[in-house]
């Protein structure tokens, strides 16, 4: 069973910085994507950002310009900076990786809980 390690989330007042990381025991050359999803009760799960294997980053209209997601091929991690927080960001925030054979993975799950 592959799992996903999360860290990072917390509690910021709005205008605040977060980074969240995820690390995934898997070879590289297994993956395909990696991303960040974030749900809040009642809600379905909603992508924030995706970034593919080979470097093309893909974000919801909501975080664009303010957060940024990256990777770290040689430690198979993968970061979201998350700048100029809202409190509409809070959310239980899960990171996900999926793999050349087109399996998906999920993390834990990190909170991030944003003051107004």
């Not at 205008?15 to 590289?28: E, K, N, Q, T, V």
Request: some cysteine; charged content about 15%; glycine content about 10%.
């Amino acid at each position: 069973q592959v799992q996903l390690v999360e860290s990072g989330g917390g509690l910021v007042q709005a205008g605040g910085s977060l980074r969240l990381s995820c690390a995934a025991p898997i070879r590289i050359f297994s993956i395909n994507a990696m991303g960040w999803y974030r749900q809040t009760p009642g809600k379905q799960r909603e992508l924030v950002a995706t970034i593919t294997i080979g470097g093309s980053t893909n974000y919801a209209d909501s975080v664009k310009g303010r957060f940024t997601i990256s990777r770290d091929n040689a430690k198979n991690t993968v970061y979201l900076q998350m700048n100029n927080l809202k409190p509409e960001d809070t959310a239980v925030y899960y990171c996900n990786v999926v793999t050349i054979s087109t399996i998906s993975y999920w993390g834990q799950g990190t909170q991030v809980t944003v003051s107004s």
